[in-house]
Every structure is written in structure tokens, then in C-alpha cells.
């Protein structure tokens, strides 16, 4: 009888804790890690993650028009997995904001561009943590005297209290991302506080660990399914090479075995190999980046540069399908692969594709002046005098 009410009480409380991790209560909950078996021979493993994100994101069909014969695209929608903290950059800040708590954190520090998306939810993930946020923005050397602006990520992170350093771009260049976080880090460690430093884009071993588990999530979204879906490809932006790296490792690894192709918005190929390369091996993987991910230029006028061509493409794909791109990374990825199914078509032809919609939709409020010209779909409505008045819900006025 005692083991029998033992056991009740057990299952009781069992249920209850999947009841409030269904009804969303595990949200901002600090967790132990168990990684999928495939990959639990990978090292250093994290030993807690934060939930941070909405998960699983939905996938689905995505009928982009002009496909090659029989190709059939899908699209997995990590712009969903929330509003503030939307976008691939969440899933690595899970295992990233973990990690400064273990570690006693105050205040975590990261760097990016002056609409980074990684910063704006690192700033998000912070003030819910209870931290302080420190992010170091690139900007233009005419603009690095002034006062930034709200347009974008920017409001966000003013909005949520972070303290915002502005560095220009010749600078940057000069001295670099790392000596310019620790040069920041041994200010504020003077000021007796303790920062945590986050790489550009959340992107070093521990943050791949965002995309090995995004592929665990495909795994399980496909067994659950009843489309008896198998993907031959995964198409995905580029800009900082950890979420490459995650799903690269993650498909070889898994039972996905589907091939990985990146679209870098920055650098070049041989330098997202290279790094790739370098967060592998901080892993242990023993695996080359160049025999699991195909990485292609995409990177256009430049980073956060659009061609009017690749802003209509934005647009269109929006009008087509209802699926908003930003402009910064799924947007070029998104265009560089239609380009390439359009110049290589056999290479794409009968293939079931995955494509990663990595969110950044806030990046599109600093384009506005570039996207007007594509947007002109409004006039002045015509309604006759004579018409009766009849009131609806409320007056509004």
C-alpha cells in the first residue's frame, strides 16, 4: 500500500510538472541538459540550458514559385520563437545565458552591428535573467559621435535598458571583436562588477550546442508528423558561423543525414570553413566542416547591404507567400538559392528541401526608405455622401 501510494504521489507529481511544462511554466526556467545520444560523445557537454525560446517552431510548406521539377520546399520557422528573443539567436543564448548564471554573472557583454539581432536579444534574455546588458554596436564613422536612433533592434534595447556603447567600423576593423569585449570587461571588472562575454552572434562551441539541439527538434517534429517527410537538404544563412555549425554536426550526426548548404551575408566561404572548422574541433566532433556543409557566397554589396533586386525579392516572396523575410540573412539566403536553382537547376531538381527561416524581421524597419518604391499598393478610398451611417463595434474616435 505504501509503495502503491509512493508511487501515486510520484506519478502525481510527474504529471503535474509535464502539465506546467505544456502550459508554459518552464519558460525563463533554468534546466539540466541531456543531449541527444548521438551526439553525447561531444565535448565539453553543457550541463544546464535556460528556455528561453518558444519551441518546437512550426515547420511547413513553403511554395516559393519557380521551383525546379518536383522540388519541394519546406520551411522551418525559428522568426517565430517569440517576439523579443525571435530568430536562431535565442536557441544559442539558451546554453549561453545558462552558462553566465553557473558562472555568477552580474552582466553579460556582447557586440555586433548597429542593428544586430544577436544584441537585441541578448538584451532581452538579460533583463529577464535579472542582468545587466552591455552591448558594443558597429556603426559608421560618421555616425559614431551620435545618438543611434530607436529604428529596429535599437528600440528594443533601449526599451529594455541596455547600455550601449558605439564603436565605428575603421575601428572594428583595427582592433577586433575579442580585444574590444575584454577591453570592456576589464573596465567593468575594475567597477567591481563580473561580465560574462558573448561572441558575435552567440557564435563558439558552446553556443553550437543551440543547433545540435534544433536538429533533435527536427528529428522529433518528422517522427511525429504524417507526411512521412525525409530531407535531402538544409538551407540557412550564415553570418556568424554557429548555427551552420550546429546543424551541419547535428545532420550528420542524427538520423536527418540531409545536407547542409550556407549562404554566407558576410566574409567569405573559406572563412566561415575555417571557423566552422574551429568550433568543431572545440567540440571534439573529429569531423571536417568542408565534408558536412556547402557554404556559398551570398554576401552581395556587403553585409546588411541590399540590391533593389534582393529587397523586391523580399517583397514578392511576402506577397506570394505570406512569409516575411528580413533583409540581412534569410532574405539573401532565400535569393542566392533561387539564383542557384535557377542557374543550376539539376543540382535542385526531385530534392526535398528544409529552409531555415532565422527571423531578424526587425532589421526591415531600417530598410523602409529602400523598400518604399515596392510597396505603393494603397489609395484614398471613395465613399459616396449619401451613404447611411450604421455604427459597429465602438465608435473609435
Request: proline share 4%; charged share 20%; net charge neutral.
Amino acid at each position: 500500500m505504501l509503495i502503491a501510494r509512493i508511487t501515486g504521489t510520484a506519478a502525481l507529481k510527474s504529471n503535474r510538472k509535464d502539465m506546467a511544462s505544456s502550459l508554459g511554466f518552464d519558460f525563463l526556467t533554468k534546466k539540466p541538459y541531456s543531449p541527444p545520444s548521438w551526439a553525447s560523445h561531444l565535448h565539453p557537454l553543457p550541463s544546464h540550458v535556460f528556455s528561453l525560446a518558444h519551441l518546437p517552431t512550426p515547420i511547413h510548406r513553403w511554395n516559393l514559385p519557380n521551383l525546379p521539377p518536383n522540388t519541394e520546399l519546406w520551411i522551418k520557422r525559428d522568426d517565430l520563437s517569440g517576439m523579443q528573443l525571435s530568430g536562431n539567436k535565442v536557441r544559442k543564448l539558451e546554453f549561453l545565458m545558462a552558462d553566465a548564471v553557473a558562472q555568477g554573472a552580474d552582466s553579460v557583454i556582447t557586440i555586433g552591428g548597429i542593428q544586430s539581432n544577436h544584441c537585441r536579444a541578448t538584451a532581452v534574455a538579460a533583463k529577464y535573467l535579472n542582468l545587466h546588458c552591455f552591448l558594443i554596436l558597429r556603426t559608421s564613422d560618421l555616425l559614431v559621435h551620435q545618438d543611434p536612433g530607436l529604428t529596429g533592434n535599437l528600440l528594443v534595447e533601449r526599451l529594455a535598458g541596455a547600455h550601449l556603447q558605439l564603436i565605428s567600423k575603421q575601428e572594428y576593423a583595427k582592433i577586433g571583436s575579442v580585444t574590444l569585449t575584454n577591453v570592456l570587461k576589464e573596465k567593468l571588472i575594475k567597477e567591481g562588477m563580473k561580465p560574462y562575454v558573448i561572441p558575435v552572434g552567440g557564435s563558439n562551441s558552446l553556443g553550437t550546442w543551440g543547433y545540435i539541439e534544433a536538429v533533435r527538434e527536427i528529428e522529433q517534429q518528422i517522427q511525429r508528423g504524417t507526411d512521412n517527410v525525409k530531407f535531402d537538404d538544409i538551407v540557412v544563412a550564415c553570418g556568424s558561423g554557429g548555427t551552420v555549425a550546429g546543424l551541419s554536426l547535428g545532420s550528420s550526426l542524427s538520423t536527418l543525414k540531409a545536407r547542409v548548404h550556407a549562404f554566407s551575408v558576410c566574409d567569405d566561404p573559406d572563412y566561415f570553413h575555417n571557423f566552422t572548422q574551429g568550433l568543431l574541433d572545440g567540440l571534439k566532433a573529429g569531423v571536417s566542416s568542408r565534408d558536412i556543409v556547402d557554404i556559398q557566397n551570398a554576401k552581395g554589396l556587403g553585409y546588411a547591404m541590399n540590391t533593389s533586386e534582393e529587397l523586391n525579392f523580399v517583397k514578392e516572396v511576402a506577397a506570394a507567400t505570406g512569409v516575411v523575410l528580413d533583409p540581412v540573412y534569410s532574405g539573401k539566403a532565400a535569393y542566392a538559392m533561387m539564383k542557384d536553382m535557377h542557374e543550376n537547376p539539376k543540382k535542385w531538381e526531385g530534392r526535398r528541401i528544409l529552409f531555415i527561416h532565422t527571423g531578424g524581421l526587425l532589421g526591415l524597419y531600417d530598410k523602409v526608405d529602400q523598400l518604399a518604391s515596392f510597396v505603393g499598393n494603397w489609395q484614398r478610398m471613395d465613399v459616396n455622401e449619401s451613404v447611411p451611417r450604421q455604427d459597429g463595434i465602438g465608435k473609435m474616435f
